[in-house]
Structures are given as C-alpha cells and as structure tokens.
C-alpha cells in the first residue's frame, strides 16, 4: 500500500467513510431479510409466522449470544419458497449496498435451511444468482455467492449438499462454514473441505467470533480457508496474531453483529483498531443486517465514532476488503485506484 492518507477532520471523516468505494465480504443473505419482507413474503406464500406484526417481530431482536440470534434467523428464512422470494431478498439487500457504496459483494447462502424445508437448491441457488446478474447491471454493483455448511449439522450433510450443489458450480465461487460455533470445530468438516478444494472453491469459515483460537488455528490448518470470518478471538493468542499478520489473512470482522450478540459489552471496547494496528488484516462487514441494526455504512460509522479510528484506518479497511475478495487482481487494481481518488479528492 504506497497511499498516503491526508488528515481529516474528525467531524467530516463519517462522511468520507460514507463517500468510499468499499467491498462486502461477510454478510449472510437470509440475515438481509427486514421484518417488513418477511411479513410481506410470509402473506404472498401463505406461512405462518409466530408474531402478530412487524414491530412485535422486531423488538424480538434481543439476543444474549449467538444461538438466541440463530433461533430467529432460521424462523425469519422460514418465508422463503420461490425463486422470486430468494431473488427479492438478494436485491433488496443489493439497493441498500449501492447507496453505502458497496461495489462489491459476496453473499453467504445457507442451502440446508432450505433444502431441510423442500426448497430445491435449484430454486435458491437461481433466485440469488438472477439477483447478482441484476446487481451489476442495474447498480454496478458486482457479486458473487459463498455457500456455506451448517456447522451444527453432520458432515455427511455437508456432503449432500455439496452434491446438490454441483449443477450449478459456475455460480458459486466459494464455500464456508457457519452456525452454532461452539463444540462444532472447523476440523469436524476438514473432508468435505478437502473435496470442496479439490472441486476449486475458494473456502473461507467462520471461527473466533464465540469459539476460542484454537477453532481459527483448525481452520487455517485443517481446513486450508483463505479468510476467517469473525476472527476477534484471535486476540487471545499472540502466536496467532503473528501468524495472521504475517500471511495476511484476512478477517472479516462485524462490529455491530459483535455488539449485538454480546462478543464485546460496548463498541467502545471492540478490538478491530487493534487487530489493524496489529498489522492484521482486518475488514467492516455486516453480517446479518437486518438483524444486527445497520448495513455496511452504519457499522463504519459507529465504530470509527467508538474507537477513534482515522483515514488512515478507513483506508486501510477499504483496501483489505478488495484485496481479500475473490475477484481477479486487475479488478481490484481498478477498485483500489477508484478508492485512492475517492481520498485524494476528499476535503
Ligand atoms: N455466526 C454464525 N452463523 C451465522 C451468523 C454468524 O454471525 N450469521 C448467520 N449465520
Ligand atoms: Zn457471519
């Protein structure tokens, strides 16, 4: 990185945050899904869902942890049929990703919730990919999809999934790993990551957002993932945070998702400036919207407000987000070129 970042001014550096060119990396699609669509889609298929309305359905959102969350998140997705329903969702998410000046995402899509309903994975896999190609073409916005495995499920329906998957292996770039983390380590799934790599799929996995660094260590070595997603566990463990920085793995850390399944009491305590000022390479991302109570623009705001980051750590966040996507290295010598703009033309 040859970029030198001027100073600015504290009060104008949400604005710069806002204006910057920036990628998603870990944002799960069904944790898109707004209260006001899941009642919308729940009328338009005929499901029932457990609350009388959007706003009882909303103040529900009061999680402890991770699986109190995970409870919701599944009964959420439970209004997903057809192929239009994954493909309303997806755009949605998409409008809002443009106005925060996303350019780039990969979305996580977790096939077995569906599937385990009698939802095809064909009807998942094409209402999301319809939604990438729409993306870029009507917001320029470009992206691709990650499927992951339910990591409190066996390996063995991993490996069903994945064979489902197959048809329709030019629409998916990579494969990771999410849910319930704790007692379901990274090495419970190393042969069907073995099989996935073989195939060649970019492979990423959720680990040390509640489980401990041992998880991430796995999943680096057992599994072979090119990023962690969450990864603030690490800090835990300083031969870790070595071997992170030096390989420049990249992290993608989810501030309000942290916040608000209890991770750090306050952002104010959250450690991303440390684990950037540690040489990691860390990354913003939103996780479960929806959910968690911003998309990619408010977690950059309220964590910069909370931790006294500067331009330079904008910089920084926005450029790893480019260079730990899985696009190719001339698409992001055009985005990191755009960002350098974006900043040099700031005042
Ligand atoms: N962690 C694990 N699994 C998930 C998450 C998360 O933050 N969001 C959706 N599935
Ligand atoms: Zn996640």
New binding site residues.
Partial sequence: MTFTVKPVAPDRLPDLLRQMPKAELHI?I??SLEPELIFALAERNGVRIPYANVEALRSAYAFTN?QS??DI?YAGASVLLREQDFYDMAHAYFVKAAQDNVVHAEL?F?PQTHTARGVSMETVVNGLHRACVDAQKELGVSASLIM?FLRHLSEEDAFASLEQAMPFREKIVGIGL????VGNPPEKFASVFARCRELGFHLVA?AG?EGPPAYIWTALDVLGVERI??GVQAIKDPALMQRLAKDRVALTV?PL?NLK?CVFPDLTSHNLRKLLDAGLAATVNS??PAYFGGYMNDNFTRTFAATGMTAQHAYTLACNSFEASFISAQAKAGHIALLDACFEGFN
């Avoid at 999410?178 to 983390?181: A, I, N």
């Fill in positions: 799960h069904e944790g991770l969350f995970l998140y996580f977790d992951c999410d849910s319930g983390e959720h957002e997603d969450h989810c998702s399944l996780d479960d």
